[in-house]
Structure formats: C-alpha cells, structure tokens
C-alpha cells in the first residue's frame, strides 16, 4: 500500500514542498529504510516513529516499509518529518482512515480532517507527545501559496503559523490527538488568527530613555540617527550608559509595520528563535510568536564569522540577519575579531548577506542599524590632551578597526563620565529628555523623508539622490569642502556628512540644507578628527 503525506523543506528562510511517500508491503520482512537524501536526524526519525505510534497504543506496520522524502535530490535535515512519516505510516497499517474521494470535495466523507489538504510537520518524542519546529510561518506561508488549507504543527507554534491569513493553523499536542482529528473523533479547532496590527500598536520597549542619567549629547546624536536610519559609534569610559542607550534605542524608532514584523518573524522563526521554537527564546516584545518590538542583537565579542553573518552545513540566519529592521549592537569594538568586523562592511552596504555553499546559494536580508560602544584605550580611560604616552596607547586601541569599516559609520560621538550631581538627581531635569520625547521628533522627521523620498531613509540615499533632494548652500558646500581637507575624509565620509546633515535639517523642519547643519554633521566625525 502507497501513502502520500505533504510536507515542507525550509532552505534558509523559505519553504518549498516535500512529499513523503511510504510504500508498505506485509510480504517482506520487517525492515525500515528511508530515501531521499535525509541527513542523520531524518534517518533516525524512523525509530522515534515506531516508538512513538506504539506508546500512543495504536500498531506500528510489520512489514517492509519504504519512506522516499521527494524531491530525492535536495537535503533534508532535523526531526521536521517525524509527524508525516508517523501519519503516512498509520494510513499503511489503517489506523488512519486512507482519502479516495475528490480533494476538492473533502474526500469520501465529511468526517475528519482531509490529510491531502494540509502541510505536517513535527518532532515526535517517545511517548507520543509533539515538540516545537523551525519555520513554523514559512510552512504556513506554503500552504497559502499552494492553495492547501493549512497546516498541522505542534501546539507550540500554533499561534505562531497563525500571523499568516489565509490558511487554518491546527496545533495538536501528541499523536493521539492528530489520530482522532484525521479520523473525526475529535473536531479540528484551527488557532484563531493574530491581529497583528493590535499587537503592534500595544508593543513597547523595555528601556526608556528618561532611565539614562545625563548624555544629553549623546540623545541628540541618537536622536538623529533614528531619523535618518544612520550608524553610531559612540567612545567613552565604561559605566556611562552606552549598552543601556543602545537597548533603549527600538523605543524612538519608528514602529514596525504588519510586513516588517511578520519578515523579521520569519527570520527568527527560521532560526528557531521564536518563543515557540524547540531551542527559541522570548524575543524582545515577541507575543504570540510575533516579533513586534524592532529587535537588538548583542553579539558577544567571542562570536565566530558564521555566526555574525550566518552559516552551517545548511545556512541558517547570523547575528546581522536576527537584527534585520533593527539594532544590531556591537558592545566593545575592537574586541571583535578584525576578520569577524570586516565581514559587516558588505551587508552594511548592500543590506543583504549571500551564503554560498556547493549545493545552493541562499540569501538572507540584513538591513540593520549599526550601534557600536568602545572605551578609548584598554584601560577605559579617557587620555588628557597631554599625556602622549596614553595618547599613543588610544591609538593603537583605536587601530583594531579598519578604517574602511569606520567610514562606513555616519556618526561617532563621545560619551563621558556623567557627574556625580546628575547621577544622584539632584538636580532639577537629571532624567533628560524621555523615549516619548524623542520618538515624536524621529517620527516628525521620518515623514517629511517619506514625503520626500518614500519609504528609503536618508541613510540609504545615494549620491545622485542627495544632488537632487539634499542641496547644499553656498556656505555649507565651502564647509564640508575645508572639512574634507583638513580631516583627510573619503568620498564615502563625505556622502555621510551629507545624509547626516539632510537628517539634522529635516529635524529642524528645514527645506534646505544649511552651513549649520553642516556643521554639526562633521563634528560627528569624531575618529576621522583623531579624537
């Protein structure tokens, strides 16, 4: 007997279909193989099967059983199959009722689920119970494409598969359970769809800008690169509030759209990092499965090239992907591995990371914002203008970053010691300006862009945009020209001194581009000025 159970092969962050095909015969002896090109997970998937299906009380077939994963010539790998391969299995021995009928027409009865008609997937233990799998919404995003209508998955990403409208997400918590549904003993009840846009609107960041004591300069230049989407770099002593401001920073950008939020929580779901993962966290702000707060990644400095950029036998999402649409926050810089730190200069540019291997060539986006915090020397210690012995000790610190790497950062600013007044409140307005504060005037800002120039921030202009919708004056042009000679700046440094002051000016709610604006974007280069 010939059994066919659909399924699905995520490849990166997408899914394409794969058709499990169990071929029983009682004739033979008792033996098990799978086909398909399966990696070691897959192979074993037959055993936790058999024990499962026997622990739920229900036989497992005698016989020759042949398991083919189609299409045979891609790799399939993880537990994924385990679910499939059992249901495919139960409808060979008839403990599941098999489908003859029309499809369309929902088989030869009414009763029960229709297995045709949906995508399996799931990792089985040994008594039977269903744990959590990878890409959960591209499965279900699948099932909407190939016009199935839905999928059956672990109850744990049940709510997850749900953000995707169009399809019936169907959780179920052991295989007794999915036995009664295909066969009408139990009536399927799909998990009721997410109000994704309720969900956004209610998101809000964990860290408020009105906890950071001090480094009004530092806010201003926060503020400025939420507008316009920029790199920051920001140089002080430890203990000045650096890693807390860059936590704080998803709060003052501007919300996540229903389609950013379901593609990052794609992503993480790709990843298994959603809450409903089998080796997943709760991301920030994540609520039923659903990224809804713009992410930050805070990579240790020990992180390896795979997994800053992504990687694997078979590539899975890195650091800079997990950050896409939000901070990626790199906490003492020139701790990193210099080939590690080089690695970022191409998705800086290009916003996407390409991941080639012998057998595909996959691509992950990684649009993100770069926030960066390093102490001037080993020590933490800011020199004085005098001490040239700690001055030459700042710049071999300073030197463990490229400076191609540095160019591509629009804004360094400094972040000193905060006194001891501000520290203890004391002083009338020590908080500062709040979250709420900033978050109107980066918003303000951002719609003028989008009047402007649509969705791209200022951050991504190019050369000849800024020519056409960032003019500068006749002062400001004659600035930024003695600032490039006296600084010895790039042409990619110039460029982002003028996103930088196209950003200051839609701030101030100017049309144009002034000498004051300017002005205050070159003095944000701060390594290019040797501090």
């Known amino acids: ?62 016989g020759k059983l042949l398991i083919n994963l189609a299409p045979a010539d891609v790799r399939k790998e993880g537990p994924t199959y385990d679910l499939p391969i059992a249901v495919g299995a139960l409808i060979c021995d008839g403990t599941v009722r098999p489908r003859t009928g029309s499809m369309r027409d929902g088989g030869d009865d009414d009763a029960g689920l229709d297995h045709r008609r949906y995508l399996f997937a799931g990792e089985l233990a040994l008594d039977g119970r269903l744990r959590p799998i990878r890409g959960a919404i591209a499965m279900a995003a699948l099932a909407r494409e190939r016009g199935l209508a839905g999928v ?15 399809v019936e997400s169907i959780g179920v918590r052991t295989l007794s359970e999915l036995v009664g549904l295909l066969n009408g003993a139990i009536e399927a009840r799909p998990c009721p769809p997410v109000d994704v846009a309720s969900l956004l609107e209610h998101a809000q960041a964990s860290v408020d800008f009105a906890d950071v004591r001090g480094q009004e300069t530092v806010k201003r230049a926060i503020t400025i690169a939420a507008a316009g989407h920029h790199n920051l770099l920001m140089l002080g002593p430890p203990g000045t509030g650096k890693t807390m401001m860059a936590k704080a920073l998803p709060g003052v950008m501007p919300p996540l759209t229903t389609e950013e ?57 890195g650091e800079v992907s997990l950050a896409h649409r939000g901070v990626l926050f790199l906490d003492e810089l020139p701790e990193f591995p210099r080939p590690v730190l080089e690695t970022l200069r191409q998705p800086l540019e290009d916003r996407h990371v390409t991941i080639s291997r012998a057998s595909a060539k996959l691509r992950f986006p990684a649009s993100f914002m770069l926030v960066a915090a390093m102490n001037p020397t080993p020590k933490g210690t800011m020199p004085g203008k005098d001490d040239a012995y700690a001055r030459r000790e ?6 463990r970053i490229s400076g191609p790497l540095i160019d591509r950062i629009d804004i360094h600013v400094e972040a000193p010691a905060v006194p001891w007044k501000q520290l203890s409140g004391r002083h009338e307005g020590a908080k500062g300006r709040s979250s709420a504060d900033i978050r109107a005037e980066v918003l303000a800002a951002r719609e003028r862009q989008r009047a402007r120039q649509g969705d791209a921030p200022n951050a991504l202009l190019s050369g000849k945009d800024l020519d056409r919708l960032a003019p500068l004056s006749d002062d400001a042009r004659a600035m930024l020209g003695a600032a490039m000679g006296e600084l010895g700046l790039s042409a990619r440094a110039y ?8 950003t200051i000016a839609d701030l101030a709610s100017a049309p144009d581009v002034t000498a004051d604006h300017v002005a205050e974007a070159i003095q944000y280069r701060l390594l290019d000025r040797n501090v």
């Open 1 to 62: 007997m010939l059994s066919r159970v659909q399924s699905y092969i995520l490849t990166g962050i997408d899914a394409s279909v794969c058709e499990i095909e169990v071929d029983f015969d009682d004739r033979g002896i008792d033996k098990q193989q799978v086909v398909g090109l399966p990696d070691a997970a897959v192979k074993e998937s037959v055993e936790r099967v058999r024990a499962a299906v026997t622990n739920s009380g229900y036989r497992f077939p005698y």
């Open 152 to 166: 059956v998955l672990p109850a744990a990403n049940a709510e997850e598969a749900a953000v995707v409208d169009g």
């Open 261 to 317: 939020a379901l593609e990052v929580t794609r992503i993480y779901s790709a990843a298994g990092a959603t809450s409903g993962s089998s080796n997943g966290a709760n991301v920030a702000g994540g609520r039923h499965g659903l990224v809804t707060v713009r992410p930050v990644r805070s990579p240790h400095h020990t992180a390896s090239m795979p997994a800053m950029i992504g990687g694997g036998p078979m590539p899975r999402p």
């Open 394 to 399: 700042m710049e071999r610190y300073l030197s």
């Open 495 to 502: 460029d982002k001194i003028r996103r930088v002051s196209r």
